[in-house]
């Protein structure tokens, strides 16, 4: 089992930045890639950002591309998004997820690993 721990969330204003971070621990060497996604309430998680864990082609979604970098530190075990030009749109509860496969596109169903969520607050 892999498990992920988030930090990083909290309030800021529209226009500023913040850096979600999210540390694995476990049986890391099963990982293949790992993702955030997001949720507010009433809606479903979707996704954001992912990442090939030993490197490779990254994707976004449409609503934070240009504005949000994932990375990872495989050393450290750890990956990032970091979020500038932040919008109240983008606030939600953002989680880490990971998978030990390739499943094609990232869905919250293809998921085997999650963490906890960290709160991102964005006022306007």
């Known amino acids: 089992q892999v498990q992920l721990v988030e930090s990083g969330g909290g309030l800021v204003r529209a226009g500023g930045s913040l850096r979600l971070s999210c540390v694995a621990s476990g049986r890391t060497f099963n990982l293949y890639d790992m993702a955030w996604f997001r949720q507010t309430p009433g809606k479903e998680r979707e996704f954001v950002a992912s990442i090939p864990w030993l490197g490779g082609t990254t994707y976004y979604a449409d609503a934070v591309k240009g504005r949000f970098t994932i990375s990872r530190d495989v050393a450290k075990n750890t990956q990032f998004l970091q979020m500038n030009s932040l919008k109240f749109e983008d606030t939600a509860v953002y989680y880490c997820?990971?998978?030990?496969?390739?499943?094609?596109?990232?869905?919250?169903?293809?998921?085997?690993?999650w963490g906890q969520g960290t709160q991102v607050t964005v006022s306007s």
């Open positions: 997820a990971g998978r030990s496969h390739n499943g094609g596109a990232y869905e919250e169903s293809n998921v085997n690993y």
